[in-house]
């Protein structure tokens, strides 16, 4: 693979999205807030690349990989108005199909191919697949460690933000009611990820986001975490009890030691 391929794609890309702009200024914030994410997520999973002992065309097809992570998610929003997958459809799976059927990856061999699409049908899988392929493995976790790096900031910009800069689909519709759910809570110190089913207001939703740090797998990518101090800044948006503070630091401590040791796998869960 090539920088000329990879331009081509970015211009595919673009053409793709601006067919799902809309005059409504709302609806174009949520299709913008996922436009932005993506060219995001192609520094943060070039970034992550640079750090692994991979040649430039392995890193080129990574930063294609986080251009079409989410190229599911513009019909998904244009079709039903929400984000949420358990209410409409897996963006991940809709995703790889539209890459076959647009023929969005033409001119990239199968074999290339063949990576980046099962990539984008399982980036967003609750527990990610053991590929038999490791190449298609490696990348299937580079793009899931991106991802969530660039979906913590995004939420922490609506949680930290003003109400004129949100985009509404970002909530995922839950209610900002107060405390929390003690399952969602307890996944943190069980070391597993929170399921969305447990979900009942925006605050079990924060709780679900720090648990994410159990499907991190590179060591860049928690170093990474504990820069942005993604973290601390979720968990200082919950209700300061002692079991919210107690959990705090049990993520904080695991990070500073999973930044400090080798590259090793988890178990995986959904964004």
Known sequence: MTVTDLEKFKDRFSEYVRT????????QRN???KEKHTFQVCKTIRLLAEGQPIGRDKILLA???GLFHDIGRFPQYARYKTFRDSISVNHGKLGAEILAEEGLLSGLDARESG???NAVRFHNAF???LLQDTGDLFFLRLIRDADKLDIWR???DFFEGGEEVQASAAS????????YTD???????????ASHGLLKNLNDFKLLQLSWVFDVNFRTSFELLREYRYLERLAALLPRTDEVLRASGFLQDYVRQRAQARDESATGCSQ
């Open 20 to 27: 799902f702009y809309s005059p409504e200024p709302e609806e």
């Open 31 to 33: 299709i913008a807030l």
């Open 63 to 65: 930063e294609t990989i």
């Open 115 to 117: 990576t980046v699409i």
């Open 127 to 129: 527990i990610a697949p």
């Open 154 to 156: 995004i939420f922490l």
């Open 172 to 179: 995922l519709g839950l209610p900002d009611t107060p405390g």
């Open 183 to 193: 399952k969602v809570l307890a996944c943190i110190h069980e070391k597993k990820c």
